[in-house]
């Protein structure tokens, strides 16, 4: 059998670590400092409330607990692996409860994005293509392209490592040690600026420092036709 592409594809990954109640610590540990500065990228990239926004691998919502008190009621949607882990996110995190449908919560293993509207206008995926293989990012991009046309622009992180290091363990900036054939996966950041291109994105590395090392990528849909 091979091994999992990531831990959170571990067999009872997910019912072990709630069952301990370790809803925060699974989602990469740094709550609060984490949380704060996804919240302040997208108050600075011009987020407003009106806007509907989906929250990719939102995981317990971290970034959601902060970001539904802004959004008007309703604005936010949430994906994940699992849906429990959602879930406990929403009874644990969510003060007001009324500002979100616990049916906005939606579990996803394989960016279908199943039941979510085509009137999302901003997404981010934070520390979820750092946890898997370059094809699972064009996957991803390219579903993120044809399921939502409203789209003003998708961002997300990886880890990258200079071609002369790539084939080896590389300890990122922030200290982790990523890895060209296991999670937590890193790339070159060529081929990841020629897979946006491909699914039909403009691609741009934005310079905010980020928890682990990992870098911030804002991608804008192309004018197609």
Known sequence: MSDPISPYHKPGFYDEALAKGRHRDIVGGR???TGLIQMQILLNAGLEPHHQ??????????????????????????????GALLRRGYEMELADK????PDHLIEDANFAFPALPDTITHAMAFAVFTHLPLAHLAHGLARIRAA???LDWVMFTVFVAPDDQFDQPFRQPDGVVTHPGRA??????????????AAGFHPETLPTELPRGQLLIRATPTISG
């Open 184 to 197: 937590p996966w890193h790339h070159r950041l060529g081929d990841v600026l020629r897979t946006a291109q």
């Open 98 to 101: 009324t500002r979100l449908s």
């Open 148 to 150: 939502f046309r409203a």
């Open 31 to 33: 709550w609060e400092e």
């Open 53 to 82: 926004f989906l929250d990719i691998g939102a995981g317990s919502l971290r970034l959601g607990c902060r970001l539904v008190p802004y959004l008007l009621p309703n604005h936010y949607w949430a994906t994940d692996l699992s």
